[in-house]
């Protein structure tokens, strides 16, 4: 657009200017020179709208013109998918402390928005950050790389609740469809629903194109209040407290035990903890409890069976953790956690290629997502595909890019990112990145980061700084021995004495 421009009115001053200079001599009408003056102007607006539309291929033909988002990189499936961004729903409910409704509202409609293959849905990380900044709905989706945006509002009192929603096409700014939702607190799982249905309608997609997905009625609950406590447990979750969010998840299950999507969050948060912080047996035995009542209440959730199989992992039931995944894909296949947990199943039994493969799809899931590329990207190397692994990194450095400009404090972003640029051979790069990462989370209070970080180093042959950290992070977390054994980032450390003792202290 810039360059159409910068080259119309060039063009445009030439002609001018070679039209006064001719004039006299060919001693054409003093009109002429306004007449070309005229036609330029006209002629403005029509370039402009064929510079929007088409644009020059390298080989000198044209092409439709690609959408891209503020970076200047292509949002992963932005020219064959419609594409959302659903923002927190702003509380209006006069505390702070209600903040968790509205992210869990705005988090459920996300959720089912996701099952529709025809839509592209910015991830719940990308969203949540413009919480709270002074943004047009255009900057926003030009930010993360879509052309609508969902945002809203709720208020929650005396059991009644009224959530006001808009779904705005960000390039033209208009409102495709809104609408105000004065219900019973009761009647919250239909209003999610009918907004999640309306948004498809304005965007003309089949939400779940032809696909039939059973869920157990046992998936939800018609105690409001057990809802309340499955939503503030969430909330938690997102954020990575989960000794917070099993006490929320708890209390949800003590008061509707039937309330399956409860206990898989309750058995997703203690599966949490044994992969970064305590693999202890009472841990796993409480994942391995939550996950089986999940999925006893609904048999057909693919929430449930997923959150089986990431807790048969640690139990090294490897098979039947499988059984339980493939179902959980079966039954939806949209769902990113049932691939990415996949792909943890994969890598500790070394199956590298299968793991690749399947953090592969999670990233197809959720393009903006820094995890599964950066997992793919260690997964290809450990099968001996270079290559592959360079182009995953790549993609794993434009999603950190993109995370860390809209959360500077993500030190998940900033580790993920920095071992991509090692692999790259970005090595000076890489080691800031990690650097920016302990800053970030200067407690080492995440052992993803502090782990991620330690890859970095010693991919940057910074061998006794990457040992410092994982011995630090052996203190205070579990280190997953299958994982670290089959992790390539860790290659050069093995010959170590460090590493050596190291690993004699890791149980099993």
Known sequence: MIRTVVVYWLVAWAVIEVVSVLEPALQLPEWVDRLVIVLSIAGFPIAIVLAWAVELTPDGGYQKTSRKNGDGVMHPGATTKSSIAVLPLENLSGSAENEYFGDGIATE????????????????????????????????????????????????????????????????????????????????????????????????????????????????????????????????????????????????????????????????????????????????????????????????????????????????????????????????????????????????????????????????VRPDDVAAPALQTGALIGAGDAAAGMKAAQVTVAAAERQTRLSPDDSRSWSLGSGALATLGRTEEAVKWAERALVADPDYSSPSTTYNVACTFALCGEDERAMDVLEKLSRSATLYRDWIENDADFDSLRKSSRFENLMKGIGQ
């Open 109 to 364: 409609i996300l959720n089912i928005l996701c099952k529709s293959p025809e839509l592209q849905v910015s991830s719940r990380t990308s969203s949540f950050s413009f919480r709270g900044r002074s943004l047009s709905a255009r900057a926003i989706a030009q930010e993360l790389g879509v052309v609508t945006i969902l945002e809203g509002s709720v208020r929650r009192a005396s059991g009644r609740v009224r959530i006001s929603m808009q779904l705005i096409d960000a390039i033209s700014d208009s409102h495709l469809w809104s609408e105000t939702y004065d219900r019973e607190l009761q009647d919250i799982f239909e209003v999610q629903d009918e907004i999640a249905g309306n948004v498809a309608h304005a965007l003309r997609l089949k939400l779940f194109d032809d696909m039939q997905i059973a869920v157990s009625p046992a998936a939800i609950t018609n105690d409001t209040v057990a809802y309340d406590f499955y939503l503030r447990g969430t909330f938690q979750f997102e954020r990575g407290n989960m000794r917070a969010a099993i006490n929320q998840f708890a209390h949800s299950t003590k008061l509707d035990p039937n309330f399956a999507r409860a206990w898989a969050g309750l058995a997703n948060s203690y599966s949490w903890i044994c992969m970064w912080e305590d693999k202890s047996s009472e841990n796993i035995r409480k994942a391995d409890e939550a996950s089986n009542v999940a999925l006893k209440l609904a048999p057909n959730s693919a929430e449930a069976n997923a959150s089986r199989g990431f807790a048969l992992i640690f139990q090294r039931k490897y098979d039947e953790a499988w059984q339980a995944l493939e179902k959980s894909i079966q039954l939806d296949p949209q769902l990113y956690e049932a691939y990415y947990f996949a792909g943890r199943l994969m890598m500790p039994q070394g199956r590298m290629e299968e793991a690749a493969v399947f953090f592969a799809k999670a990233a197809e």
